[in-house]
């Protein structure tokens, strides 16, 4: 049987894992956040800081809410990391690889925060071994990576080289069409 192309596209159901990961770090960054601010509110009360942080009588007050107040920078600062790494793997959507046996090219695209687009083109020969990642989610909704090792060959020698698929359905349906025989 001869093929022609194999387009690899990124699918969401393979980011079910990676979303649930960096969902569950922006909750709980978000619950920290919110439990610093309770604790801020109770330094406020405790301390009977109402107006300005520096017009309180008790030096250890003015203290606690400094310190407070660096904890939220901080927590802030992390729940906001933890925001954009959640949005920038929505990115992974766009990554497609396109294995064309007949020019025998192998095409990565990919898009990368916020507007870069990279194309990379490479030469193979034939494809020697195929690698499936999949995760416990992964293998629940028939998703997971691809290792792809293929061998180049040229004049003076050949070299074996890699490429990773992401995120991808059907992984080892796909597994199964890149290595087998085309006569």
Do not use: W
């Not at 194999?6 to 956040?33: N, P, S």
């Not at 003015?62 to 660096?70: G, R």
């Not at 990115?91 to 925060?113: A, C, G, M, P, S």
């Not at 074996?160 to 085309?182: A, F, H, Q, S």
């Amino acid at each position: 049987m001869q093929k022609e192309n194999l387009v690899l596209k990124t699918d969401i159901r393979g980011l079910v894992g990676e979303i649930l990961k960096k969902l569950l770090v922006v909750g709980i960054v978000l619950a920290l956040c919110i439990a610093g601010d309770k604790l801020r509110k109770y330094v406020a009360d405790k301390y009977n800081i109402t107006d300005s942080l520096f017009k309180s009588s008790d030096m250890l007050g003015t203290v606690s809410m400094i310190v407070v107040y660096i904890v939220l920078g901080i927590l802030l600062l992390l729940l906001i990391i933890a925001v954009y790494k959640f949005l920038i793997l929505f990115y992974e959507l766009k990554h497609v690889t396109t294995i064309d046996f007949e020019k025998e090219r192998i095409i990565i695209q990919r898009y990368d925060f916020p507007f870069d687009r990279q194309i990379q083109e490479k030469r193979f020969n034939k494809i020697v071994g195929v690698e499936i990642t999949q995760k416990t989610i992964d293998r629940a909704v028939k998703s997971g990576n691809l290792y792809v090792e293929y061998l180049v060959q040229s004049k003076n020698d050949s070299k074996l080289r890699g490429i990773e698929v992401p995120y991808i359905l059907n992984p080892v349906n796909t597994k199964d069409m890149l290595l087998e025989d085309r006569a």
